[in-house]
């Protein structure tokens, strides 16, 4: 039973990263978003990358999708503090687009019901 739903999950996730990518050109370009300049303009965006060594994602505000050496970066200032204590809080940050596998794009406000919902689940 724990394979099927293993299966499943991986699935599940595989199918997601890949609309996520199929988006790429779409956002990258400035299509397809309520705001057209900068879908991530006031709002956190909580990335995943492909890292798999390391990948408990990263928070930003204030991101938007430059291109940098020829590669289309998505940067930001670090947000972490938002979710938990972290170094890097306040910080400029990029991330590689072509790395993103997942993205969670809210704003404050919705972070703050979220987190809030959450908490009232957890023991």
Excluded at 39 to 49: M, N, Q, S
Excluded at 97 to 120: D, I, N
């Amino acid at each position: 039973m724990k394979i099927k739903l293993t299966c499943v999950a991986v699935v599940l996730l595989m199918a997601f990263s890949a609309f996520c990518v199929s988006l790429t050109p779409a956002i990258a370009q400035g299509h397809g978003r309520e705001n057209a300049a900068n879908p991530f303009e006031g709002k956190l965006v909580r990335i995943y990358t492909d890292n798999k060594k390391e990948n408990n994602g990263c928070m930003l505000q204030n991101a938007s999708l430059e291109e940098i050496g020829g590669r289309m970066m998505l940067v930001g200032t670090s947000a972490d503090a938002v979710a938990y204590d972290n170094w890097a809080s306040g910080m400029q940050i990029g991330v590689a687009w072509g790395t993103v596998t997942m993205y969670y794009l809210m704003t404050p406000e919705e972070y703050k019901a979220q987190v809030e919902r959450y908490s009232r689940k957890a023991p």
